[in-house]
């Protein structure tokens, strides 16, 4: 291959898929934000804009117009996991990674967030409350739902699903068992514990480098099971009313390896509350002013901690040179 032109290095990207980023208003600020912070140090780019590969044992990104592009220092991520292909985003992903580029969030979070059953599992190690919940790999989901101890009414849903997608309540096992012949069997489901002091209605904390920074009540329409926005639920601010749910948010980002989290409370009949979901791509409303300074201070520290890294490695080598003596 012959040699490309190449751009210049930059600190901080905003890796988003969909054209336009802006039909997505808290992605839309986060850029306007990062990029009024960074300057020409800041760039927003799409997936399908990038070629990857290795050139005489050396991994390189490129243009498709051919043009070199160094890996940034700090990736900001802004595509939703359950959204992603193994072999499309998420390699572009390790990709960076591998070019010594730091994302957030990172991989592994990304990967763990994307499937309901992978979110349960490091959940429940962590010690934190979840609802009890089946699922299985290649069983037929009409013979799962026929397995003895399974409860009704129970949530089922998709465990790659977002944005309250692919979710419903199975009042009773009968209804459970007539429909399940009928759902997709691309991708399994779980069936989960209903909740009923949370039916439609749940605390959204999103969480940035280990502090709550903004809360919501989410209040579903009607007699809707998922308070989701965008299904036609309503939201009220909330940060502060319920400090033990923060915490325990904030609990569900770290097990999970989340800098910057959405996570999903249900309310119990005694007060107390159960992780219902976390996202890794999480969205914010306008009111919710302490987010996106919040992101700009966790990507400065990533900054800071590359410049200290520059900043030792040649005392480091100049100390490991030998002395002349006289």
């Given at each position: 291959m012959a040699q490309s032109p190449t751009l210049p290095a930059l600190d901080v990207w905003l890796l988003v898929r969909t054209h336009p980023y802006g039909a997505v208003g808290s992605t839309a600020s986060l850029a306007d934000a990062l990029r009024?912070?960074?300057?020409?140090?800041?760039?927003?780019?799409?997936?399908?804009?990038?070629?990857?590969?290795?050139?005489?044992?050396?991994?390189?990104?490129r243009t498709l117009g051919g043009q070199e592009v160094p890996a940034p220092k700090v990736v900001c991520v802004r595509q939703t996991p359950c959204t992603m292909q193994h072999d499309r985003e998420v390699t572009l992903l390790r990709h960076l990674e591998r070019m010594g580029a730091?994302?957030?969030?990172?991989?592994?979070?990304?990967?763990?967030?994307?499937?309901?059953?992978w979110q349960l599992q490091e959940l429940a190690l962590a010690g934190l409350p979840v609802p009890d919940s089946l699922s299985y790999t290649t069983s037929p989901l009409d013979g799962v739902v026929r397995t003895p101890g399974l409860d009704a009414p129970c949530v089922v849903k998709s465990v790659n699903g977002y944005g309250g997608k692919q979710v419903f309540l199975a009042p009773d096992l009968a209804l459970l068992c007539d429909v399940a012949g009928s759902l997709a069997d691309q991708v399994p489901v779980v069936l989960q514990q209903y909740v009923a002091?949370?039916?439609?209605?749940?605390?959204?904390?999103?969480?940035?480098?280990?502090?709550?920074v903004a809360a919501e009540l989410r209040t579903a329409r009607g007699d809707a099971l998922v308070s989701n926005l965008h299904r036609g639920g309503s939201a009220t601010l909330c940060q502060g009313s319920y400090p033990e749910a923060e915490a325990l948010a904030v609990r569900a980002a770290q097990s999970l390896g989340l800098t910057i989290a959405g996570v999903d409370l249900l309310f119990s009949a005694t007060g107390e509350h159960t992780v219902c979901e976390v996202n890794a791509v999480p969205g914010w409303r306008?009111?919710?002013?302490?987010?996106?300074?919040?992101?700009?201070?966790?990507?400065?520290?990533?900054?800071?901690?590359?410049?200290?890294?520059d900043s030792t490695k040649a005392p480091?080598?100049?100390?490991?040179?030998p002395t002349l003596r006289p």
């Open positions: 009024t912070t960074y300057g020409s140090r800041f760039a927003v780019w799409h997936t399908s804009e990038l070629l990857l590969g290795v050139q005489e044992g050396r991994l390189f990104l730091t994302l957030i969030n990172p991989l592994e979070a990304h990967l763990t967030c994307r499937n309901k059953v002091p949370s039916h439609g209605r749940d605390l959204r904390v999103v969480v940035v480098d280990g502090a709550p306008p009111g919710m002013t302490a987010v996106i300074p919040a992101i700009i201070d966790c990507i400065d520290r990533h900054l800071d901690a590359y410049r200290l890294a480091a080598m100049q100390r490991s040179s």
